[in-house]
């Protein structure tokens, strides 16, 4: 079985997404051991330079990357990365699942994003959409397509 980790800068504060993510949750345990990571999201003031943004993306990065198991394959998820269906992802996840490491890691930055450096290290950039979405209805949305993508794999007509 498959371990995929996500790791999210920033803390759910919602009940609505935190029970949104525990349903995921339980229905993913069925595919794979999964196991969310949130880490702290650097304090920046109101309206802050790029420069002090590149420092917090930097920090977030040390952070992150000091959470990532060795040898995973690592998603980057930013709006640069390339867009993909439900299919296509459910495509790649079973590339991952038959990957001799079997770890596989969902980065999820900050409302600034990750650093840039670590979406270059990343085995794979993803994006779910050009469009901006609040990073915590984001981690319930990747939840559900994973879930999504594990159900076409199986033959389930939930992706209908």
């Not at 993510?21 to 109101?46: D, M, N």
């Not at 990747?142 to 939930?158: D, H």
Request: charge should be positive; proline fraction near 5%.
């Amino acid at each position: 079985m498959m371990n995929l980790q996500i790791i999210c800068v920033g803390k759910l504060k919602e009940k609505f997404y935190a029970e949104a993510v525990a349903e995921y949750q339980k229905r993913l345990g069925a595919f794979c051991r999964l196991t969310i990571t949130e880490l702290s999201e650097e304090k920046l003031p109101q309206n802050p330079s790029q420069t002090l943004i590149d420092a917090a993306l930097k920090k977030e990065a040390a952070a992150i990357r000091s959470k990532l198991p060795p040898n995973a394959s690592v998603v980057a998820l930013c709006v640069e990365g390339k867009l993909r269906s439900s299919e296509e992802l459910a495509g790649l996840l079973r590339t991952w699942e038959n990957n001799p490491a079997k770890h596989l890691v969902f980065l999820i930055g900050s409302s600034y994003g990750l650093d840039e450096k670590l979406k270059i290290e990343a085995w794979v950039r993803l994006s779910m959409s050009p469009m901006t979405f609040p990073h915590h209805l984001f981690r319930v949305m990747l939840l559900e397509q994973i879930y999504r993508g594990f159900q076409i794999n199986a033959g389930s007509p939930y992706h209908k």
